[in-house]
């Protein structure tokens, strides 16, 4: 990609995060979002078709950038602890709470909920080829991105719903948990 498309779509991006912090999704106007990133509407619209779309790729790049450090850094073999990197990607949903809590929710938009959906499955699946836990020999790729997608995702919406919200370090630690605990296996 062009490095000046690049930084006008993350330009963007952040614009809408940032916005989506002081108020509701439906206060904010594609004008707010061009002037927040310094660009025209004309701009955003050469890039994003409308708020949704860019809402998509805001948190579908949120979770590409956190899941390629994941999995730089954990090893498969060595489930016991999360990675540090959960953690960083757990305070930017804590950050984004009330948007991703739209998203997720009940009454979230589907299109980017499926999105987000399916940008996790391909990098779960991408993982999975790369070295899973061998409890997962035998079982489609497919089906583990999905079963671990949807329990991520499930655990994830379950902590945004909690009022007052857990701290960060308690999500991460339902999350491993829900995703890893049941493959520990009894020491014999």
Avoid at 58 to 74: H, P, Q, T, Y
Avoid at 135 to 146: M, S, T
């Amino acid at each position: 990609m062009d490095p000046r498309v690049a930084r006008t779509r993350a330009s963007l991006q952040n614009a809408l995060l940032d916005l989506a912090r002081e108020r509701p999704l439906d206060a904010i106007t594609v004008a707010d979002i061009a002037a927040e990133a310094g660009v025209n509407r004309s701009s955003f619209y050469q890039h994003y078709a409308d708020k949704d779309q860019l809402l998509a790729d805001a948190l579908e790049s949120a979770v590409d950038d956190v899941s390629s450090r994941i999995i730089r850094s954990a090893d498969p073999r060595d489930i016991s602890e999360p990675p540090a990197e959960l953690t960083t990607y757990l305070q930017h949903i804590a950050e984004n709470a009330d948007l991703y809590r739209l998203v997720l929710g009940e009454h979230g938009s589907l299109a980017v909920a499926a999105q987000l959906r399916t940008r996790v499955e391909r990098i779960v699946g991408d993982a999975v080829r790369e070295g899973a836990p061998s409890v997962f020999d035998g079982l489609p790729v497919d089906v583990v991105a999905a079963s671990v997608t949807g329990s991520a995702l499930g655990v994830i919406t379950a902590w945004l719903a909690r009022d007052p919200l857990p701290p960060i370090e308690t999500a991460t630690q339902w999350l491993w948990q829900a995703l890893f605990g049941p493959l520990e296996r009894p020491s014999t």
